[in-house]
C-alpha cells in the first residue's frame, strides 16, 4: 500500500493555478516535516516546497516563492500544495514525501531526509 497519494494535478495555461493534495494512507505523519518535490522531464528531482510538523514554518526554493504555498491539515493528514502564476518551466511531475523526523521544527531539502514517497502527480503548463 502507497503511504502517500498525490492529487490534482493536470494541464493548465500559464498564468493558471492548481491545487496538489497529499493524503496519507496507513499511517500517520502528523508529527513528522512533509516536503514537495519535483522532477522534469531529462532533469534530476528537486526540492520545491517544505513544511513543519506543526504547520507552523515553511521553506520553499527561490523559483516558486510568492508563487506556491504549502499547508497541511493535521486533522485529515493531508498536505497540500497551492500553485499560482503557473509557468511553462513548472511543468514536471510532482511528488510529496514525509520526512523521517519533525524534531524541533526542522524543515528538510535534501531527499534522503525523507522516508516515504508517494508516487507522482504530473504536472503540465502550457505556453
Known amino acids: 500500500q502507497v503511504p502517500l497519494v498525490e492529487s490534482g494535478g493536470g494541464l493548465v495555461q500559464a498564468g493558471g493555478s492548481l491545487r496538489l493534495s497529499c493524503a496519507a494512507s496507513?499511517?500517520?505523519?502528523?508529527?513528522?516535516?512533509m516536503g514537495w518535490f519535483r522532477q522534469a522531464p531529462g532533469k534530476e528531482r528537486e526540492f520545491v516546497a517544505g513544511?513543519?510538523?506543526?504547520?507552523?514554518?515553511?521553506y520553499y526554493t527561490d523559483s516558486v516563492k510568492g508563487r506556491f504555498t504549502i499547508s497541511r491539515d493535521n486533522a485529515k493528514n493531508t498536505v497540500y500544495l497551492q500553485m499560482n502564476s503557473l509557468k511553462p518551466e513548472d511543468t514536471a511531475v510532482y511528488f510529496c514525501?514525509?520526512?523521517?523526523?519533525?524534531?524541533?521544527?526542522?524543515?528538510?531539502?535534501?531527499?534522503?531526509?525523507?522516508?516515504?514517497w508517494g508516487q507522482g502527480t504530473q504536472v503540465t503548463v502550457s505556453s
Open positions: 514525501a514525509a520526512a523521517r523526523s519533525g524534531l524541533f521544527g526542522i524543515i528538510y531539502t535534501r531527499e534522503r531526509e525523507y522516508e516515504y
Open positions: 496507513g499511517r500517520t505523519f502528523t508529527s513528522v516535516a
Open positions: 513544511i513543519s510538523w506543526s504547520g507552523d514554518r515553511t
